[in-house]
Nanobody, 126 residues
């Protein structure tokens, strides 16, 4: 098991920025393929971005079109933490945000997640 724990969610206003964190205890995340997803009320879980391990400390990053240019994924391997920096949040960004880890590559069109976090709620008010 890789217990993933997200943090940093909350209530913000339209146009605000927020950074989420995802950590794991007892397992090093640096060699996992990692991603962020979100699930809005009444909607399916949506892929946002992934950081796929290529080798050593090299990663390949991809973004969904809906967040490209506004969201950024990053890792701090020394702190065993995955981040999601979000800018220009909109009301439609309201959702539960999840981090995910996998031994397989994670992309928007193909993902087999081994471990999910419990999620953190972000609510954006106008």
């Amino acid at each position: 098991q890789v217990p993933l724990v997200e943090s940093g969610g909350g209530l913000v206003r339209t146009g605000d920025s927020l950074t989420l964190s995802c950590t794991a205890s007892g397992r090093t995340l640096s060699r996992y393929h990692m991603a962020w997803f979100r699930q809005a009320p009444g909607k399916e879980r949506e892929f946002l971005t992934s950081s796929n391990w290529i080798g050593s400390n090299v990663y390949s990053v991809t973004y969904a079109a809906s967040v490209k240019g506004r969201f950024a994924i990053a890792r701090n391997n020394a702190e065993n933490t995955l981040f999601l920096e979000m800018n220009s949040l909109q009301v439609e960004s309201t959702a539960v945000y999840y981090c995910a880890a996998s031994s397989s590559r994670l992309t928007e069109v193909s993902y087999e997640v081994d471990y999910w976090g419990q999620g953190t709620q972000i609510t954006v008010s106008s």
